[in-house]
């Protein structure tokens, strides 16, 4: 990994999302440290039952660990939220105080380059409405392309916010509840954005679960959001996040054998180097999604499967399929 000194302070706030693991949340904070942001918002949900308790408080204790210049606010709750309103709900704490910043998880660990590409990306399209958000975390970083570029734009990914940074302006459209998703499915209007027919049932399938919570998450809403009002991404050429959640403490990360778990990430060359125009790059979105997003052919067959079955043998082969699928590692 190449080295970086920042050639200014960072002056971007950070927003910290954290819940009951220390030891991840240890490394994200020593991250944070390194940069040392004027402005740290420490967010953590509460504890699902007692015997998680010390846990939750284990990771409450880490604020000591601020010992530079800055100003700690801090949003403990008393109840868990879950995922789901739990990260949505600190986001809409951080951003009714800052009109931009930096937003990362427990489980997302980024290079020191990430705040000062964030910080220069932040004040570059602060004022631009087609660029919805700064990505930090890039799956195929080594994909070749024929610009030197520092990143490139992006519209068709689905979740994965692993390190970001973002705007007031955006997060007001944001909806943790997709109330809009039954009108717009039914009205077919988006059928013309997705670049096949496997990223449109793919994508269509992640909404709906959203909506109807089979899937408690909080960014398929921000990905439903960009398509209807036709934001961009950028996304760094370099990966400069690591996701350091995969396990069985993960969430949504479960498997260790997982495609996007891998250890590439590297430091950001400065300048900058900008794209000339904004043009989506859509062969690197539908290398990502197929690589990445698209159902495997294991996942395809359980599904037939499961359409195939009454619903007491579905109930009772479902969990061996899912903990097969978890064990290689497969999407």
């Not at 953590?44 to 408080?57: I, Y």
């Not at 392309?145 to 734009?153: E, G, L």
């Amino acid at each position: 990994m190449s080295s970086f000194t920042p050639t200014v302070p960072l002056h971007t706030p950070v927003l910290f999302i954290a819940f009951n693991r220390e030891g991840p949340a240890r490394k994200v904070l020593e991250a944070i440290r390194e940069a040392k942001p004027p402005r740290l918002y420490f967010a953590c949900d509460g504890p699902r039952n007692e015997g998680e308790r010390e846990r939750c408080e284990k990771v409450r204790a880490l604020i000591s660990m601020v010992d530079w210049d800055c100003q700690v606010f801090t949003r403990f709750s008393d109840q868990n939220h879950g995922v789901m309103h739990g990260e949505a709900g600190a986001m809409n704490w951080f951003f009714e105080q800052e009109e931009e910043g930096i937003i990362l998880e427990d489980d997302t660990c980024p290079v020191q380059s990430f705040f000062w590409y964030c910080q220069e990306m932040l004040e570059k399209f602060r004022n631009d409405d087609r660029v919805w958000c700064i990505m930090g975390n890039n799956h195929m970083p080594e994909w070749k392309s024929a610009y030197p570029y520092s990143y490139y734009y992006s519209a068709h990914g689905y979740g994965a916010y692993w390190g970001w940074a973002g705007w007031r302006r955006v997060w007001n459209k944001y909806d943790v509840e997709m109330k809009a998703w039954p009108a717009v499915r039914a009205s077919g209007l988006l059928d013309g954005h997705f670049l096949s027919k496997s990223e449109m049932a793919e994508a269509y399938k992640l909404f709906d679960g959203q909506y109807k919570g089979a899937i408690r998450s909080w960014d398929y809403q921000m990905d439903l959001a960009r398509i209807l009002n036709r934001g961009v991404t950028c996304i760094s050429s370099v990966n400069l996040v690591h996701n350091i959640g995969f396990g069985a403490d993960g969430t949504h990360t479960v498997s260790e054998k997982d495609r996007r778990n891998k250890r590439d990430q590297s430091e950001m060359a400065f300048p900058l180097i900008h794209p000339e125009h904004m043009v989506v790059d859509l062969h690197r979105d539908k290398a990502y999604f197929e690589k990445y997003i698209q159902p495997s052919l294991f996942r395809q067959f359980k599904d037939a499967l499961k359409g195939l079955l009454p619903e007491k043998v579905d109930q009772k082969i479902t969990p061996f399929l899912s903990k097969v699928q978890r064990h290689l590692g497969i999407n």
